[in-house]
Antibody, heavy 124, light 112 residues
Framework: QVLLVESGGGVVQPGTSLRLSCVAS????????LHWVRQAPGKGLEWVAV????????SYADSVKGRFTISRDSSKNTLHLQMNRLRVDDTAVYSC?????????????????WGQGTLVTVSS | DVVMTQSPLSLPVTLGQPASISCRSS???????????LNWFQQRPGQSPRPLIY???NRDFGVPDRFSGSGSGTDFTLKISRVEAEDVGVYYC?????????FGQGTRLEIK
């Protein structure tokens, strides 16, 4: 079964850190770029970050640049999002998303598989 | 960033009737490889988004053929030929031709 399963969400205070993980199964992990997309409660979808299939390319939304770091471990079929200096407006469901392509050379976005998401709540 | 504008934002539809959602981009979505990267997603209540359409008009795996996508350049449309109860939810368009990927505001489809 082709799956993406996120974990690591929770309730944290502003200024603290959290690390999200996403375990992939049922497909060739190394062939696809992977993204994080978030959705604040009752709001729309916001792209957060991408990592290419070979880890050579990473990109971040301006709202998280310098605070969040995306990484992947192909030996464990796992995607991570290290989130530092969290803010109240980072509160959202964070979803791991597979790209149809690998993001080699010119990178486009073409999302074909979503995880169920993990909720991050930043509150004092 | 490329702005994606959907209309309408709310779409009440009678069961069995057709529905149409428009999505306009602030720039052409033709990528350097010649493809147009415009996707549609369906988000049912309490669920994560489900891919429906990719590259304007291609249905994702398992998507019923009552869903169809069309358009070019900056103007795109998602059509449902006959709305069923399971189609209730929010529909998003997304562009992947320009970095960063951006989404429309979402269109909420409900049954009249």
């Amino acid at each position: 079964q082709v799956l993406l399963v996120e974990s690591g969400g929770g309730v944290v205070q502003p200024g603290t850190s959290l690390r999200l993980s996403c375990v992939a199964s049922g497909f060739t992990f190394r062939s696809h770029a992977l993204h994080w997309v978030r959705q604040a409660p009752g709001k729309g979808l916001e792209w957060v970050a991408v990592i290419s299939y070979d880890e050579k390319y990473k990109s971040y939304a301006d709202s998280v640049k310098g605070r969040f770091t995306i990484s992947r471990d192909s030996s464990k079929n796992t995607l991570h999002l290290q989130m530092n200096r969290l803010r109240v407006d980072d509160t959202a469901v964070y979803s791991c998303v597979r790209d149809r392509g690998g993001c080699s050379g010119d990178c486009y976005g073409d999302f074909d598989l979503w995880g169920q998401g993990t909720l991050v709540t930043v509150s004092s | 960033d490329v702005v994606m504008t959907q209309s309408p934002l709310s779409l009440p539809v009678t069961l069995g009737q057709p529905a149409s959602i428009s999505c306009r981009s602030s720039q052409s979505l033709v990528f350097t490889d010649g493809n147009t990267y415009l996707n549609w997603f369906q988000q049912r209540p309490g669920q994560s988004p489900r891919p429906l359409i990719y590259k304007v008009s291609n249905r994702d795996f398992g998507v019923p053929d009552r869903f169809s996508g069309s358009g070019s350049g900056t103007d795109f449309t998602l059509k449902i030929s006959r709305v069923e109860a399971e189609d209730v939810g929010v529909y998003y368009c997304m562009q992947g031709a320009h970095w960063p990927p951006t989404f429309g505001q979402g269109t909420r489809l409900e049954i009249k």
